[in-house]
């Protein structure tokens, strides 16, 4: 920062300030050992709060039958504990719903580090504190210093014991506060004689070993300095958020290089505690990836996994760098991003690379310029559990290249003798080599070696002078098998390359067509319940198992979709999905929350938000590019889950905003419908009213008959309302009779006769006709309607003609006009309700009568009756409309 | 019968509006002349120069409202419109279109006649303004400026003078509240129809014998007002 730029305080640091708000507050009690009396400490200012009134409850608490302890809890309410089955015990656990449900203002919750019982929701007590503390209640807690993550090693080393229950340091760095509770090693070894220090069963034996005053003295000091350095921590914290400047973090950083190797978490842990020193200088975790060396067994996949995930929790970056040359390329991103300290294990390298100064630490001290290198010596691997069939898988392949090598090695043999026949003196040996060579090129290294080996034997003893025996007669001969063995390492090595790199790329070009095809797939579907199931599908391939998307439904999820598609999921996965939902975090298997479980479920959160949950069940032998890939897929899932539900919401809009278009209609409707011949009715009536003495007697009664026609249009169209209102309700009843279609015919158009005009309507009625069962008083008002329709839309001169025959499973009604037609676009719609209405502009709203629902309701009406209806236009040259309607005839 | 009959063209799509419209008005002593669209419409004012329109305002191939500005580009006599929309944004656009009057359908012809000779005598009192307008005991001088009520001064703000002065030269018409308040108040207030209603109210006190069920000075709702003689 210059003088003259004001001081800001670190935004970091206020971000950081801010995640606090709402959370509750953490206190941590720390000690060196067992025994020093954190839960004694803890327990007593517990109750003292409890006296001043805080609303104070005991999580949980190990007394170990301690008197002086068991009396502190005397006047505090206690949790009762929860039982948690397991195998054929039953272990009384922690209850962290009923705290959560109880919500006291300060719960006191021993051992920090605790491992849970399987089965529980978290694997580590530190975890169910979180969850306590993100609900806003104050949690105390004690802790053994060597309980930290970063300490492991050191504490291993000092005092022989291995301990496996861990807190992540950068817990208790978010800790508010940590009272050191201290006590000379002296007092501590005599609390421990007297019997006042508790000790499990099978911690006794160590414990002697452990109790030593040179590891408590250790212990002290490493307790001692934690304490003091989050004292520290909070300082500079407190001055960032202010603007204050301060001394901290000099620009070091940090790059930790790590190997798909036991020693890789180990790497880790000491790169933390580096940053540490350096006053929490940024630090990175680094892997880098050679594309022409074949990607490691699933072993050491799995090392990897483990170590980046000890880093992130240990606040550390992760990346994965690609290059084929390690030193180059760990020096250029050094360079780029101003490292200042490389950290490497203690080399693994094979003797002859060290001699050869072609070691990785050698390398880069060499070039590292400006970068501290630390190396760091890595004690014996931890053991893992062997994968079996991975290296079956190798043997078999292996053998199959000794089969080959030992056929091709026999033929070079029976050539070699057949031309040694015909043709003696000839350089027998380039038999062998080719062997030997094509050995390499089909079956890589080891089978070439052994192709070698076996062709020097057999040329040696069978070909070379002296012959049958082993001797080497030549000291030519020496070279000519050294030639041997570097064509077989040549051809060998290059084959393997080869293949490895033609693995590696056919493996990442899988990886990436199936995220094409994943994506292609998700883009081409529109609902979220498709969305979701291709995602399921897409998933579960991809991860060689199972896999489920469950959707939001109000407040729960809902299992959408799965692959295969009769997936269920247990009480225990579906409490699991609902946790992914509701804290955005992964749970399940490889996770934090209920590892038990084969499933792990990942909340889908896309741009806008959370979309679902995504359940795999991950194949156990898979490897990091599936877990990418998987996770790559769910990405894209939830963009496309998020995109569907958009979709979704303007579809129902759009569905809106028509239903408001067509209540507008209705209404500008029915104000122009019935008005228009009510205008006729009040003009006419008022005008003979008031100038009845002035107008002619002929004058006089047409006035009079345009009363009664427009009170019977009034009349048709407030029947029409009706008849719409009755099969919109569903309350339309249809009557069923043996009816002859022809009788309603000759009703209905009697009922329009009048209005004809001077329209000519012709009838074509077949002499014999066969009844059909139907409700003759909707079959009348149909045709009606359409035969209405047919006036209004025709000229006053053109011809209608209506038509009944009958086919072979249909008596089928025919009504032609030869009026101006119906357009094509318009003619799928023609049976749409206020269809006229909804034009663009109510240009045409006067020109004709009725506000389209006669169409409609004919529709309706021989539809209810379970006939069809249908429309044809154009029929004669540009003109003319053919209404069907067809009627089942009895089977 | 007198000897010249006014010619009123009647611009309407429904044979049934011209089926007693036309009895009607010729029974009223006028010539009706029928148009069926507003093309027909359109020619006839130009050829058959009427001495007033009635316009429907949904006709079959061009908006009502177009129409009306069309005619009113090369035609100054009224124009009444007839419509079965009562949606007052429609009549407002109308009257600030140039329209002289609306009728809504369904009417009484009685009224629509009464409308049509407001319309008339307006155009024809144009061209020789009345200076006096007597109604009841109200009289109002607009060359004097002077409002008397039943013989005794009435004592009018300027602004509510103006207001007066320009509804009772609209001569019964409807004038809406943008015609009103541009005229009164100038351009810049259009949207301020409170003052209207204020100004309106101050009118009616002073005017009106029951200021709560004006005679004169009458609303017409989210429309304007318009100022009746008896």
Not at chain 1, 56 to 67: M, P, Y
Not at chain 1, 834 to 845: A, I, M, W
Not at chain 2, 142 to 168: C, F, H, M, N
């Amino acid at each position: 920062m210059t003088n003259d730029e004001p001081l800001r305080p670190d935004p970091d640091a206020l971000l950081a300030d801010a995640r606090r708000q709402g959370r509750g507050r953490l206190k941590v009690f720390l000690g060196m050992a067992p025994g020093v009396g954190k839960t004694f400490e803890m327990l007593s200012d517990g109750k003292r709060r409890a006296e001043d009134g805080v609303d104070v409850v005991v999580g949980v608490v190990e007394t170990h039958g301690r008197k002086e302890t068991e009396s502190l809890l005397d006047g505090l309410q206690v949790l009762p504990r929860h039982p948690v089955q397991y195998r054929e015990h039953q272990l009384m656990e922690f209850d962290i719903d009923g705290a959560l449900t109880r919500k006291p203002r300060l719960l006191l919750v021993d051992e920090y580090a605790h491992s849970n019982a399987p089965g529980s929701r978290h694997l580590k007590r530190w975890q169910d504190v979180e969850e306590l503390l993100g609900a806003g209640i104050d949690v105390w807690t004690t802790l053994n210093v060597q309980h930290l993550e970063s300490l492991v090693d050191v504490v291993w080393k000092i005092t022989g014991v291995r301990v496996r229950e861990t807190v992540p340091d950068g817990l208790l760095a978010t800790a508010d506060e940590i009272e050191l509770v201290d006590l000379t090693p002296e007092e501590l070894r005599e609390r421990l004689y007297a019997g006042k220090v508790y000790m499990p069963e099978t911690a006794r034996l160590a414990s002697d070993n452990f109790f030593k005053i040179e590891n408590l003295t250790a212990l002290r000091e490493m307790a001692l300095r934690r304490a003091a350095k989050t004292v520290d921590d909070q300082l500079v914290g407190a001055m960032r958020r202010q603007g204050i400047v301060g001394p901290w973090a000099a620009g070091e950083r940090i790059l930790v290089l790590i190997a798909g190797d036991a020693a890789a978490v180990s790497l880790v842990r000491a790169g933390r505690r580096l940053a540490d020193q350096m006053m929490d200088a940024p630090w990175t975790v680094a892997h880098v990836e050679r594309p022409n060396k074949p990607a490691g067994d699933a072993r050491s996949a799995r090392w990897l996994a483990d170590a980046f995930k000890a880093a992130e929790q240990l606040n550390g970056n992760t990346i994965v760098l690609t290059g084929d040359d390690v030193p180059d390329t760990v020096l250029e991103y050094a360079r780029r991003n101003n490292v200042t300290q490389i950290v490497v294990g203690q080399s693994r390298d094979p003797f002859w690379r060290i001699l050869a100064g072609r070691s990785l630490g050698h390398a880069l001290l060499r070039s590292s310029a400006g970068a501290a290198l630390h190396f760091v010596s890595v004690g014996a691997p931890e053991p893992a559990a062997m994968e079996p069939t991975l290296v079956r898988r190798r043997r078999i392949t292996d053998g199959g290249g000794y089969l080959g090598a030992l056929i091709l090695v026999g033929a070079s043999s029976g050539a070699a003798a057949l031309l040694d026949r015909y043709s003696r003196g000839s350089d027998l040996g380039m038999i062998f080599l080719a062997g030997v060579l094509i050995t390499g090129l089909a079956w890589g290294l080891r089978p070439a070696l052994a192709a070698a080996a076996l062709s020097i034997g057999i040329y040696n003893f069978f070909f070379l002078a002296p012959r049958f025996s082993f001797v080497i007669g030549h000291a030519s001969d020496v070279f000519t098998f050294a030639i041997f063995i570097a064509v077989a390492g040549a051809a060998g090595w290059l084959t393997g390359r080869v293949r490895d790199q033609a693995r590696l790329s056919s493996r990442r070009a899988s990886a990436v067509t199936a995220l094409l095809a994943a994506s292609r797939r998700l883009s081409g579907v529109a609902t979220g319940q498709e969305t979701a199931r291709a995602l399921a599908e897409q998933a579960s391939a991809a991860a060689a198992g199972r896999a489920v998307v469950l959707l939001a439904e109000g407040e729960d999820l809902r299992l959408s979709a799965s692959a295969p598609v009769d997936v269920t999921l247990s009480t225990a996965e579906m409490t699991a999905a609902r946790w992914a939902w509701d804290k955005r975090e992964p749970a399940g298997a490889g996770t934090g929350t209920l590892p038990q479980l084969s499933w792990t479920f990942r909340p889908l959160i896309g741009v806008r938000g959370r979309a679902g949950v995504a359940g795999v069940e991950m194949d156990p032998r898979s490897g990091v590019d599936e877990q990418r890939l998987v996770s790559a897929l769910l990405e894209q899932g939830a963009v496309a889950l998020e995109r569907a539900e958009l979709a979704a919401a303007a579809v129902e809009n759009e569905a809106l905003r028509r239903s408001d278009k067509l209540r507008g209609a209705l209404l500008n409707s029915i104000s122009h419908d019935l008005r228009t011949p009510l205008s006729t009715v009040m003009g006419s009536a008022t005008t003979l009213i008031d100038y009845d003495a002035t107008l002619r007697s002929e004058v006089r009664a047409d006035l009079l008959i345009s009363i009664r026609e427009e009170a019977e249009r009034l009349n048709r169209y407030v029947g029409n309302l009706l008849d719409m209102t009755r099969l919109e309700g569903g309350a339309l009843k249809t009557r069923s009779e043996w009816t002859d279609v022809r009788d309603v015919l000759a009703s209905a158009i009697k009922r329009i006769e009048r209005r004809l005009g001077g329209r000519s309507l012709t009838r074509d009625f077949p002499a014999h006709l066969t009844a059909v069962q139907l409700d003759p008083g909707l079959l009348e008002q149909a045709v009606v309607n359409i035969l209405e329709n047919a006036i209004e839309y025709c000229p006053d001169d053109l011809p209608i003609e209506v038509a009944v025959y009958e086919d072979r499973a249909n008596v089928v009604i025919s009504i032609e006009d030869d009026g101006p037609g119906i357009p094509k676009v318009d003619i799928e719609r023609i049976f749409e309700k206020f269809r006229r209405l909804e034009e663009p502009s109510d240009r045409n709203r006067g020109e004709r009568k009725g506000a389209g629902l006669g169409l409609s309701i004919a529709k309706g009406f021989i539809e209810a009756m379970g006939g069809r209806i249908a429309a044809a236009s154009p029929i004669h040259g540009p003109r003319g409309t053919r209404i069907l309607i067809s009627l089942k005839k009895p089977a | 019968m007198s000897p010249h009959r006014p010619r009123i063209l009647v611009i309407d799509d429904e044979p049934q509006i011209h089926r007693f419209l036309g009895p009607a008005l010729e029974a009223a002593g006028y010539e009706p002349i029928r148009a069926d669209n507003a093309a027909q419409g359109l020619a006839a004012i130009a050829s058959r120069a009427p001495d007033a329109v009635i316009l429907d305002l949904g006709l079959p191939d061009m908006d009502g409202k177009d129409a009306l500005l069309r005619a009113r580009a090369f035609y100054t006599g009224p124009i009444v419109i007839l419509s079965a929309r009562d949606m007052e944004t429609e009549k407002i656009d109308a009257l600030d279109a140039g329209a002289d009057d609306y009728v809504e359908k369904p009417f009484n012809v009685g009224e629509f006649l009464a409308r049509l000779r407001v319309a008339l005598r307006h155009r024809l009192n144009q061209q020789g303004a009345p200076a006096v307008v007597e109604t009841g005991d109200l009289r109002i001088d607009l060359v004097k400026r002077l409002v008397t009520r039943a013989g005794q001064a009435v004592r009018l703000s300027p602004r509510e003078y103006d207001l007066l002065a320009r509804l009772v030269e609209g001569g019964g018409r409807v004038l809406t509240h943008r015609q009103l308040l541009t005229a009164v108040w100038g351009p810049a207030n259009v949207d301020d129809v409170q003052y209207l209603r204020v100004f309106i109210g101050h009118l009616r006190q002073k005017l009106e014998a029951d200021p709560s069920s004006p005679k004169h000075l009458t609303t017409e709702s989210g429309v304007g007002y318009r100022f009746v003689a008896d």
